[in-house]
């Protein structure tokens, strides 16, 4: 009785198709044990082990036409080596996988928070938050694409994180970055007035800010720090393009119960 298997047994073994073993053998990193009389090929454990060392390094991403080299000339460490960089680059792959899945997350619980909302305003609490300044310009110029272009600071996937505008009533207006540790600007944590809203141009801002800042007024909440401005690029997405801000303005503690007026919509911890 044969011990040696045929090439559509071996396939079946190894859950490959006989066209990928015919491609191995004619990039000659695959050989049959021998060629019965019946011109079968045929395939002992040898070329099992062989063959699943070649799905291995295929796996690993090596091309087919270096796998004859890595099975005859690397010894034990080169292997070792290869290895531990192959592992680096699935870390790093993994690594960026959660980022882009945190990042989706991010964004459907913020359009689902904001296409949900039965009232405009809302009041947030927001833990003390520290940011990088990014771009620093007079508040009567108008950002655009050359702008953003000549910052020596270039922040990597910009457009995926929120950009907050800060109007501390001076001249100036000045863009941030959140980051982790402590950076160039910090906001306190508190209560905060929040108002979010979609516009199809940038000029259409100033009547959004007076519009927020007479609500305040009406509700008798007293201001506390700059107003911020959070654009969120990623929602325009679900807008046609139109753009997507967020305004933000620190309350006064018992502003929000000791004014005039109590809100009637519940707090977010956003």
């Given amino acids: ?42 395939y002992s454990t040898e070329q099992v082990y062989q063959l699943a060392h070649i799905l291995l390094l295929r796996k690993l991403g090596v091309p087919v036409n270096s796998i004859k080299e890595c099975m005859t000339s690397f010894s034990g460490d080169q292997y070792r080596q290869f290895l ?30 904001f296409s949900s909302r039965s009232c405009q305003y809302q009041i947030k609490h927001r833990d003390t938050t520290y940011f990088a300044c990014w771009i620093e310009m007079d508040s009567n110029t108008e950002l655009n694409a050359k702008l953003l272009t000549e910052q020596a600071n270039r922040v990597p996937n910009l457009f995926e994180s929120d950009i907050h505008f800060i109007y501390d009533g001076s001249s100036t207006v000045r863009l941030y970055i959140e980051t982790q540790a402590p950076g160039d600007f910090s906001l306190p944590g508190g209560k905060y007035l929040s108002m979010q809203s979609l516009i199809n141009e940038e000029n259409e801002l100033e009547h959004l800010i007076e519009q927020f800042y007479d609500y305040a007024a009406a509700q008798s909440y007293v201001i506390s720090g700059p107003l911020i401005l959070i654009e969120k690029s990623y929602l325009s997405l679900f807008s046609k393009n139109r753009l997507h801000y967020e305004l933000q303005v620190l309350l006064e503690k018992g502003s929000t119960s000791e004014g005039g007026k109590d809100h009637d919509f519940g707090t977010n911890n956003d």
Avoid: C, W
């Fill in 84 to 113: 531990q960089r192959s592992l680096r680059e699935i870390e790093g792959d993994l690594m960026r996988l959660d980022q882009l899945q945190q990042f989706i997350k991010k964004i459907l619980h913020e359009q689902h928070n």
């Fill in 1 to 42: 009785m044969k011990s040696e298997i045929t090439i559509s047994e071996l396939a079946k073994l190894m859950n490959v198709s006989v066209h990928q073993i015919r491609y191995f053998e004619e990039k000659g990193v695959l050989e049959p044990a021998y060629t019965d009389n019946n011109q079968y090929r045929m």
